[in-house]
């Protein structure tokens, strides 16, 4: 029932469609952008419910997980960010990736919802650590579309790599164009 409520909503209300598919894989990361409105979450949501046998994690800033909301988002497969201070958080995450047989998350590289010209590197280098390939998605709030790219290891340098993923999010316009990828 609540996936054919959530494609109707994400389908005939909201008008979305997909380009690609989510892998067959035990282990990845997924990267979105571009990230511009808490609206990315809720089409997200929705994606996630009518995809089957697909239920990524995210990660969050800390402060959205206290009471009383805090539950609803660990629930929804949340997991807090300090990130105020230096924590360890690509260790963390690799660790998670390593000790689990499964394990998808996603991270939003420009680490909030407004224009930030430097990205955060976290989502390379837990790739890297951990070894796990990375899919590209692209949410396009004008054409109303997800688009999943093929999984990738990265080959690259961290500044190589940066450039070239803001190159190819910058074809997609978020819910506010002014603080997508430039």
Known sequence: MIKKISRWIFEDIWGWSVSGSMPKLPKYLLVVAPHTSNWDFLVGLLYRAITDDFNPKYV????????????????????????????????????????NEEFI??????????????WKTGFYYIAKKANIPVVKIGFDFKKKIIEI????????????????????????EGKNPMDGVR
């Open 60 to 99: 969050g800033k800390k402060e959205l997980f206290v009471w009383p909301i805090g539950y609803l988002f660990r629930a929804l497969g949340g997991y807090p960010v300090e990130r105020s201070k230096n924590t360890n958080f690509v260790d963390t995450m690799v660790s998670v990736y390593n000790s």
């Open 105 to 118: 998350t996603t991270i939003t590289p420009e680490g909030t919802r407004k224009f930030n010209e430097k």
């Open 149 to 172: 790219n093929k999984p990738e290891y990265i080959t690259k340098g961290v500044d190589e790599t940066i450039k070239a993923y803001k190159n190819y999010f910058k074809q997609f």
